[in-house]
């Protein structure tokens, strides 16, 4: 839409004063005060120019509050204003107050303000190299294009105000801004993560298990539980509504609120457009977590060049910085490992996994990019799809031991581990007594394995009768009722599931009659 200078800069104040994010964009695309330059006839200095100057001075010194008309009031006090100059203020304030708010357009507002300016200062440039050529020649007429240029490229592309710390600035900001966890130890709570694997190897199974342990504050994998309960974007580019739909049902996900889903629509996130959109969805909807089916169809950029790959991190960045934690699908290089494409890719996330297909149905799923925790911290199991049948339909859970049994020096003691939580699993509420009952053997054995499960996580604990603990798997508590599926179809392409994860071990560690 072509504006006129007015319009344009009006509509720029009018993010200014009704969204606290809209000056963060704004600085970060290089505007100043020099971009506001419209001047009503016959005045001397311009008015848009001195509120905007107004409100980024109080924005900055506020520690980001907007400008309310009882401030602008207060600086009149303050700067004893004129009369007159007070009351064209206040036209210009009535006018930007009734302007219409569209929080998708800010960018491109800002790009509007970018290029005129560029367009007058490549004017004025031509303009005064006219006149050096005249009064200097043509040596003084190249001086005045060279610096001209340089003003004009600076016109068109952003700025970076640098902030330099100190070590005790470090320390307050690191208290302020601790690391938090959406899945603890393996996804960062604003992070950005990458599932990766050849194709039709149940990646989007596993991108959904993720999506529905956040949306029911479950368990990831059957097994990891999530820190908060939150709601989640679906960017698709990949499967489509129907097939998406019927995975979720078969899971057990037969209704979400908090669940919202883009079909195909060509998103991408270098667009700066579409982000400006994004990010609206994850403020507006407080988005948790970002889920996007993959990486090769959201963006328009060349996947094998790292400057490109950096620039599409940048557009990923204000995801992130609004604390949601972004998963993306990506695929494997052709009979290669690791990440397809530029390896800036994998050097700027904070976490990738790699799936890959197994003997006898298994899939593994392993952490290849620790950032945030030790290599021997990482995710590493095997898992399965599986249709099992209840009264709840089909539904996802572990059958197999709990996390690094594998890596337990003490066999007898992994073994009683795991029978511990096999029990839970298949007796979800138990209380302590109720647990030795069922496991059997020393009473200071078994509660020094619960003890241990509940420390690592494995378990969730909640207050029974007499505030006695009542013990459980992530999955018992998560389950809704499922819609009825039928037919056999592909791994990847059906919803065939429910899930049965494995961890990798050392044959044998446990007896195999307590995995029928």
């Known amino acids: ?158 700025t970076q105000t640098i902030e330099l710390m100190t070590f005790g600035d470090m320390a307050a900001y690191a208290d302020e801004h601790p690391t938090k966890w959406l899945v603890n130890n393996y996804l960062l709570e604003g992070g950005l993560h990458y599932l990766v694997s050849a194709p039709a190897c149940s990646k989007t199974w596993v991108l959904l298990d993720l999506a529905k342990a956040v949306l029911s504050g479950g368990t990831w994998l059957g097994r990891y539980g999530v820190a908060e309960q939150g709601n989640v974007l679906y960017i698709d580019e990949e499967m489509g509504c129907t097939r998406i739909h019927e995975r979720l049902a078969k899971m057990g996900l037969a209704n979400a609120d908090g669940f919202f889903y883009t079909n195909r629509q060509g998103v991408k996130i270098d667009n700066d457009a579409t982000l400006a959109w994004i990010l609206d969805v994850i403020k507006t909807n407080n988005i948790k977590l970002v889920c996007i089916d993959s990486l090769v169809r959201i963006h328009a950029s060349d996947e094998n060049s790292n400057s490109e790959m950096r620039h599409l991190y940048d557009n990923l960045k204000p995801i992130m910085e609004l604390g949601a934690t972004v998963m993306i699908n990506h695929h494997k290089p052709k009979g290669g490992t690791g990440m397809r494409g530029a390896g800036d890719l994998d050097g700027q996330n904070d976490g990738s996994f790699e799936i890959s297909k197994q003997e006898n149905g298994l899939y593994k799923i392993k952490q290849s990019k620790h950032r945030h925790v030790a290599e021997e911290d990482g995710l590493d199991l095997n898992y399965r799809l599986v249709d099992y049948e209840d009264n709840n339909g089909t539904r996802v859970r572990i059958e197999s031991e709990v996390p690094h049994l594998a890596d337990t020096v003490d066999s007898k003691n992994a073994c009683l581990k795991n029978r511990v939580y096999t029990a839970i699993l298949d007796n979800c509420g138990m209380n302590q007594s109720d647990i030795v009952a069922v496991v059997g053997g020393r009473k200071a054995d078994v509660l020094k394995s619960i003890n241990e499960l509940e420390k690592e996580g494995s378990l969730v604990v909640t207050s029974g009768p007499k505030n006695s603990k009542l013990y459980s798997v992530g999955t018992c508590s998560e389950l809704l009722p499922a819609s009825p599926m039928s037919g056999d179809l592909e791994a990847d392409e059906a919803p065939d599931l429910v899930v049965n994860w494995e961890v990798d071990r050392p044959d044998p560690v446990v007896p195999n009659e307590l995995f029928p």
Request: charged share 30%; hydrophobic share 40%; proline share 1%.
């Open 1 to 158: 839409m072509k504006l006129s200078r007015e319009e344009l800069e009006i509509k720029i104040l009018k993010h200014l004063i009704t969204d606290p994010e809209a000056m963060k964009r704004v600085k970060a695309m290089g505007i100043t005060e020099e971009h506001f330059e419209f001047k009503a006839e016959g005045a001397d200095t311009s008015l848009t120019k001195s509120l905007f100057r107004l409100i980024s001075n109080y924005y900055e010194k506020s520690g980001g509050s907007l400008v309310t008309m009882l401030v602008l009031e207060n600086k009149f006090v303050e700067f004893c204003l004129k009369d007159k100059v007070r009351g064209k203020l206040l036209l210009l304030w009535s006018r930007i107050e009734e302007d219409d708010y569209n929080p998708n357009e800010l960018y491109d507002l800002l790009e509007q303000t970018r290029v005129a300016l560029a367009m007058r200062l490549w004017h004025d440039m031509f303009s005064q190299a006219k006149d050096a050529l005249a009064s200097g020649g043509f040596a003084a007429s190249m001086e005045v294009l060279e610096q001209g240029k340089l003003s004009v490229y600076r016109a068109l592309n952003q």
